[in-house]
């Protein structure tokens, strides 16, 4: 607790320093330009005065600047100075050349290996209604699609960030991401192209064996030890990877499924927002570790886990624990913060988990009962929500606005933008109404069909995110919070990345 004490105040008294150089910059150039309009010569005047001023001859915060840094050395970094430089000023990562090459190198690659597999999936039939190949689709298939699910939406975050920048919002400051943590676009594009080249060639190859008749057995691994690899990743111990990313991930699903027990912050719910549009991929991911789990991919036996009633009602269980989890996190601001808005907004999932359970329920019994409950539940739902987005989460619908049901301050010129984003974000809201239309793609498995509207839930997430970060910067500047106390006891001093 005392060395993070001692590397705030090391930071904030090399703020005051930069805070009194600016100052005196300032009034130099306002009184050059003074000087240049009137065609007087007073700086020399002014200069001087301001020169002897307490508030720029003083040496107090120096002396205590290197008191701080000579305690530092002494007591924290063992007499070696450039280990306690480490700390107190921690370099950032520069940006680099070969970040941008490696991106455009697995783009390529991944748009090659992708064509590829799309060659010979069709080749072989494998994605096609009634194909003798259904044991692709029920075992290879939800791997790719969950891998697709997450890095698509990685992608979109790293769009995010870009144009979070490009609209001089700041994001870090409202995530409370240090720069051991923090992600750039860059990195986030690195990531999804590295790793989305390494899946597809895995499938690629792994379809290209079960073209050519390898034993089932052996090649049913291939995927599980795909996803293996990329777990052992996420948790590896190295300072590899991006560890201070990946363990600051970890931390924030740990708030998340364990709420309410820990307080929550704007990164906590924000990320089970992202979760909300993950239904998918998690049931997937939880069809998978059944899959692998229980060894039915050395029997061969792929039904096993939508047979048996434990694994079946698990897999409707995971549908409803994203809004859980997010209504678990309303009900403790709720008990910390004492706003009944975190109440309404609890109702917002509250009404979704029930939406979800009708469908649950109409995909057991198909009856006309089933489908009208759907139909008027997922239409409750769904109003819930566009208000919430609209209104709340987006500031938006303001009628007294001076622009016409917008809000008072917009990040972005063009007033269109956050028209066309509206009804974009309602038309995507509606994908439910497959549930009811039941429609598909011709001659391709209806899980594709199902893949291509959770992708568009995951594109709508994404596009909800840039204008929900928009309007918590705002009210940041608007409530004069733009700048927060940093309260003791020090948290995430003793890193080390």
């Not at 920048?165 to 700041?170: Q, S, V």
């Not at 720069?179 to 190859?205: H, P, Q, W, Y």
């Amino acid at each position: 607790m005392i060395k993070g004490a001692l590397t705030e105040l090391y930071k904030g008294l090399n703020y005051l320093k930069t805070y009194r150089s600016l100052n005196m910059l300032a009034f130099m150039n306002i009184l050059k330009k003074f000087d240049k309009v009137t065609g007087k010569q007073i700086l020399p005047i002014y200069l001087k005065v301001v020169e002897s001023s307490y508030f720029n001859s003083s040496d107090k915060v120096i002396n205590l600047s290197d008191e701080v840094e000579e305690w530092f050395i002494k007591h924290f970094a063992g007499e070696n100075r450039r280990k306690a430089m480490k700390y107190l000023k921690p370099h950032h990562r520069k940006e680099s050349h070969s970040v941008t090459f490696f991106i455009g190198l697995f783009t390529g690659c991944f748009v090659a290996l992708l064509a590829g597999y799309i060659i010979v999936a069709h080749l072989t039939g494998m994605y096609r209604k009634h194909s003798e190949n259904t044991f692709y689709m029920e075992t290879a298939y939800p791997v790719l699609s969950m891998f697709g699910l997450l890095f698509l939406h990685l992608f979109l975050y790293g769009c995010n960030i870009f144009m979070w920048r490009k609209a001089r919002i700041n994001y870090s400051f409202i995530f409370e991401l240090g720069s051991k943590n923090e992600l750039k676009f860059r990195d986030v594009f690195l990531i999804c192209t590295a790793s989305m080249s390494v899946i597809v060639g895995v499938m690629f190859v792994h379809l290209l064996l079960l073209a050519k008749g390898y034993s089932l057995r052996q090649v049913q691994v291939i995927p599980g030890l795909l996803l293996l690899v990329f777990f052992l990743i996420l948790i590896c111990p190295l300072n590899i990877f991006y560890k201070s990313s990946r363990y600051r991930l970890i931390k924030v699903i740990r708030n998340i499924v364990f709420s309410p027990l820990y307080k929550v912050v704007m990164l906590d719910f924000f990320m089970a927002d992202q979760l909300c549009s993950q239904v998918p991929m998690l049931r997937n991911l939880e069809y998978i570790a059944c899959y692998y789990i229980t060894g039915s991919y050395a029997t061969q036996d792929y039904g096993y886990c939508m047979r048996v009633k434990y694994y079946r009602d698990l897999a409707y269980a995971v549908s409803f624990l994203p809004y859980y989890w997010r209504a678990m996190q309303c009900a403790r601001r709720w008990f910390d913060e004492g706003e009944t808005s975190h109440l309404v907004n609890l109702g917002k999932y509250v009404s979704a988990m029930l939406a979800a359970g009708t469908k649950v329920a109409y995909e057991k019994e198909r009856s006309i009962g089933w489908l009208c409950l759907v139909v008027a539940m997922s239409s409750i739902a769904t109003i819930y929500q566009l208000y919430w987005d609209f209104v709340k989460d987006w500031g938006l619908l303001q009628h007294n606005s001076n622009n016409p049901w917008l809000r008072n301050q917009l990040m972005l010129r063009q007033k269109s933008i956050y028209y066309f984003s509206m009804v974009l974000n309602l038309v995507l809201r509606l994908a439910w109404l497959q549930t009811v239309l039941h429609s598909s793609f011709e001659h391709v498995d209806y899980r594709v069909t199902g893949l291509f509207l959770a992708a568009l839930e995951v594109i709508r997430r994404g596009h909800w995110n840039f204008y929900r970060l928009e309007n918590e910067h705002l009210n940041n500047a608007g409530k004069f919070r733009a700048v927060k106390t940093v309260p003791l006891p020090f948290r995430e001093v003793d890193e080390e990345d």
